[in-house]
């Protein structure tokens, strides 16, 4: 963390400002352990590893800590050698790549594979996760000068309201225990005339009642994750090279291979070692998180209109349904 960027922070209980009280270990200008202090309430908060934390080092999405620490890198453009993340990104948000002086928000980081394209526009990036996949973006970004990893809960977010001028909240709130909540907290952190971009899984006979995921995960959600990854990586071995027969059947192969309950990517240009790493990482992602409330488009819409938010833009996407909006 940057010790400038703690006027950034704010008190999630009381929303009160936050100073650093204690810094025990540096490395060159950035706080690595520390202590962050609310002077209005009192409240202390941790930085470890170079990253404030908000909330509990163990919570209802320690599975996603445990494959973006085991898949750091996996799906950054600069390792599978395909421009996947800058290409969903762009296209997702339809945001000019240069945004200098502006500051984004992201929620629900992961390893930080939008990270590292938002940053690239210039932009403030404040990055924000609920587990310790944090660390793996703060080892990837942390140490960028326009980069602010925090750990922290989408309910209680410890930023200011009215503070960000563009928001976006990729693959995170149907992972959440309330995904209408979770979306109502986005909005108040925006400027009048912010921009927001979120996505949900959607929901529709076939990709949710019909799919196997959600038979299988009646057992595997209840998983200790460390027991889940390791029979999730059995799995993928076994089934590969069946998989890998099936992908060649023009236009429904990989769709296929999902059904059998091994993600498939094939489609997007990986091949070979990467699309494997693929594999493993997205099975354990289907399987793995506690909580998976795939969303209609027009639950989507009415999200967004009850929001209040103009120029509103809900459409089927990248990662299920995607909207667009701006706040007045």
Known sequence: ????????????????????????????GQVVTGRLGCAACGADYPVLRGVPRFVPAENYASSFGLEWTRHARTQYDSYSGVALSAHRFFDETRWPRDLAGQTILEVGSGSGRFTEPAAATGALVVSMDY????????????????????????????????????LFCFGMLQHTPDPHAAFRALPPMLKPG?????????????????????????????MEPERLYRLTRRWVDLMWPLCSVIRRIPRIGPSINWRL????????????????EWAYLDTFDMLGPRYDAPQTLRTMQCWFAEAGLTDIDVRYGHNGVEGRARKT
């Open 131 to 166: 587990s310790y996949a944090v660390d793996a973006n703060s080892a990837s970004n942390g140490w960028k000068p326009n980069v602010l990893i925090v750990q922290g809960d989408v309910y209680r977010m410890p930023f200011r309201p009215a503070t960000f001028d563009r």
């Open 1 to 28: 963390m940057h010790e400038e960027h703690v006027p950034r922070l704010a008190c999630p209980a009381c929303r009160g400002d936050v100073r650093l009280t204690a810094c025990t270990e540096r490395d060159g």
């Open 261 to 276: 309950l091994v993600a498939d990517y094939s489609a997007w240009g990986l091949e070979g070692d990467v699309l494997k």
């Open 194 to 222: 912010g921009q927001l971009v979120a996505d949900v899984y959607k929901k529709t006979l076939f990709s949710t009642v019909l799919h196997t995921k959600y038979l299988a995960r009646l057992w595997t959600r209840r």
